[in-house]
């Protein structure tokens, strides 16, 4: 099973592009369900559906659905909602509610991996797309090396919390009911899943992340910083999607002028991407809503093909540690054969590489923000950014 999701800062068109990349798909023949990961769903409005937090068939081939994460605390995980009700009411406070449960963080993406790891395991569907929420909460996610971990670690840190709300409620720790063997049954088997999606997460031949973004200035930054996080954490991003490009045709003075400052932006879409697949649509004169809008930018996208492909079963880039204390950038650079490399700090935590006439600035992740460039080497069609943390 096929698994993309789509990413990028708000109002790029992550919706429009997910949404157009799925009825693609599901006109190429493939079995497709996209759904919406982010609280402010407009999946629905986008397609000109309804939609709700069950899955429906929207068009042949296609179904979908917007995740509702109350309704997944509602009908799901109810033994460990049950367990923290009770411990909650031997502490005199009233149970916890789904609505409470929903406000930890992370929780929408737990519950839509869930989701995939379902569709994969009962072989509904040959693609998942997945329409994210802003670039913030998926890449908390994706941060985590390990989500079972991390999704034990918020339980944990769930319960801590209560706690000390229960302290600060009645002043004093009382005794609280034990997990029962079915709560911990519960969450040994979320441990499992979760280990199983994470598998799922980093299998890049089937897993690939597509960033949407503008050619603008903020959008370029916030893609760049998200593409350092996600390589770090060894996920396959597989291509960008440039959209509202202003057609070259573009009249008036306002856009002449736009016009312009696209061309910059273009440019440094170029210098700090290359050599990821990039694919651009062009922004329309109306609104990109209902199917026949979306199947024109499936058009701008994808032309004939299917998206269905993998671009690259590997991110050109991708961060390493041979020892705590150093750090390798490793970025593919088929193009390259010049072997005068200069290598510079940029502003904002980034480092640019001047090869030749190719010019990249690489958004470093935090963890390597003080870090001393050491140097670099090419080899292998690949560049090697040494530090020393
Ligand atoms: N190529 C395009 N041409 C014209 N309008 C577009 C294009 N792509 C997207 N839009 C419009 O831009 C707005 C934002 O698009 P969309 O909702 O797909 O973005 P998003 O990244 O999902 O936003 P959010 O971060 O709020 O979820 C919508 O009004 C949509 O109709
Ligand atoms: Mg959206």
Redesign the pocket.
């Known amino acids: 099973m096929r698994l993309i999701i789509?990413n990028?800062?708000?109002?790029?068109?992550?919706?429009?592009?997910?949404?157009a990349t799925a009825l693609r798909l599901a006109k190429k023949g493939h079995r497709t369900i996209i759904m919406s990961v982010?609280t402010?769903h407009?999946l629905g409005?986008?397609l000109g559906v309804e939609l709700g937090p069950d899955i429906r068939n929207v068009a042949p081939n296609l179904d979908a659905f917007e995740l509702d994460i109350i309704h997944e605390m509602k009908t799901k995980w109810s033994s460990i909602r049950d367990y923290l009700s009770a411990f909650m009411m031997s502490q005199g406070i009233d149970g916890i509610s789904a609505e409470e449960m929903a406000i930890f963080p992370g929780m929408e993406m737990v519950a839509a991996l869930l989701y995939v790891l379902t569709f994969r395991n009962e072989n509904t569907y040959d693609v998942v797309v997945m329409?994210?929420?802003?670039t913030g909460e998926t890449l908390r996610l994706m941060s985590f090396p390990d989500v079972s971990n991390w999704y034990m670690d918020k339980a944990f840190s769930m319960v801590n919390r209560l706690m000390g709300i229960a302290r600060f409620t009645i002043g004093k720790v009382v005794d609280f009911p034990l997990p029962s063997k079915e709560v911990m049954r519960a969450l040994g088997e979320l441990k499992d899943q979760m280990t199983e999606v994470k598998s799922i997460l980093e299998d890049g031949q089937n897993t690939t992340i597509r960033l949407?973004l503008n050619p603008e200035r903020m959008a370029i930054n916030e893609t760049r910083r998200s593409y350092a996080y996600m390589c770090l954490y060894n996920k396959n991003v597989e291509c960008l999607v440039i959209?509202?490009?202003i057609p070259e045709d573009a009249d008036g003075e306002f856009m002449k002028i736009k016009l312009d400052e696209q061309k910059e932006y273009m440019q440094m879409i170029h210098d700090s991407f290359e050599p990821l697949k990039m694919m651009t649509?062009?922004?329309?004169?109306?609104?990109?809503?209902g199917i026949e809008?979306l199947e024109q930018?499936a058009d701008?996208i994808f032309g004939d093909s299917d998206p269905i492909e993998t671009y690259s079963g590997e991110s050109p880039m991708k961060f390493y540690s041979e020892t705590p204390e150093t750090a390798t950038l490793k970025i593919k650079m088929p193009f390259v054969e010049q072997d005068q490399i200069d290598l510079y700090k940029g502003r904002d935590n980034t480092i640019i590489l001047q090869i030749g006439s190719q010019r990249r600035t690489v958004s470093l992740p935090m963890t390597l923000a003080n870090a001393e460039l050491l140097g670099a080497e090419f080899g292998d069609s690949c560049l090697f950014v040494r530090f020393k943390r």
Do not use: I
Not at 8 to 19: D, L, M, R, Y
């Open positions: 789509y990028g800062k708000g109002g790029v068109g992550k919706t429009s592009v997910s949404a982010d402010a407009s409005d986008s329409d994210t929420a802003p949407v959209n509202k490009v649509a062009h922004m329309l004169r109306t609104e990109m809503r809008k930018l701008m």
